[in-house]
């Protein structure tokens, strides 16, 4: 019952934070549409900002549409095979792509570090030009860069997730089959 609450505080915190990166960006596109076609002025910095806006919100969305089944799988093995292979085999997927995610997290924080120490272009034209701010109120394309690894990561955590469901059906003897189909919020349980 703790994981359930867990997932459940987990998910509402998720889906505002989307919610929130949504509204943003449909706020800053809408600007810069009014702005362009009533004014005959553009936002130099909209375009840059609603494209690392749709970065996060596409890496942090992933997970939900995993959860819903939403992401291209071949399952057309799996669901030929056998109850006990048809899990080893959904085990060792899953496995293999939460260790696909680990080396992207790794390698992303590694990217993040090693070019993530130069302003956001756009940032720094809004607060160092526009507001006269110090260099170090504009923050840093490290930020952009992250959102490949708390993505994957995320990612990662709810395919291991599954890997616990499948060895706990193969521990009682079920099939795949036996996991209850998809909510009406996407997410099985």
């Given at each position: 019952m703790a994981f359930a609450g867990l997932r459940s505080v987990y998910q509402t915190a998720m889906k505002a934070l989307l919610v929130l990166l949504i509204a943003v960006l449909l706020t800053v596109m809408g600007l810069q549409i009014v702005m362009r076609y009533s004014f005959n002025a553009s936002l130099i910095w909209a375009e840059e900002v609603c494209r690392y806006l749709l970065i996060w919100v596409s890496l942090i969305a992933g997970v939900f549409a995993y959860e819903r089944g939403e992401l291209a799988a071949m399952t057309l093995l799996r669901d030929s095979l056998p109850r006990r292979p048809a899990l080893a085999l959904a085990i060792l997927a899953n496995l293999v792509s939460a260790l696909l995610c680990l080396m992207l997290v790794r390698y992303g924080l590694r990217f993040a570090?090693?070019?993530?120490?130069?302003?956001?272009?756009?940032?720094?034209?809004?607060?160092?030009?526009?507001?006269g701010w110090g260099p170090g109120t504009?923050?840093?394309?490290?930020?952009?860069?992250?959102?490949?690894?708390?993505?994957?990561?995320?990612?990662?955590?709810?395919?291991?997730?599954?890997?616990?469901?499948?060895?706990?059906?193969?521990?009682?003897?079920?099939?795949?089959?036996?996991l209850r189909p998809l909510a009406p919020e996407g997410l099985s349980e």
């Open positions: 570090d090693m070019v993530g120490s130069q302003p956001i272009p756009a940032f720094r034209f809004l607060f160092e030009d526009t507001f504009v923050p840093r394309v490290y930020w952009v860069y992250m959102a490949l690894p708390i993505g994957m990561g995320l990612l990662a955590i709810r395919l291991l997730v599954d890997v616990a469901h499948y060895a706990v059906l193969w521990a009682r003897g079920g099939s795949i089959d036996d």
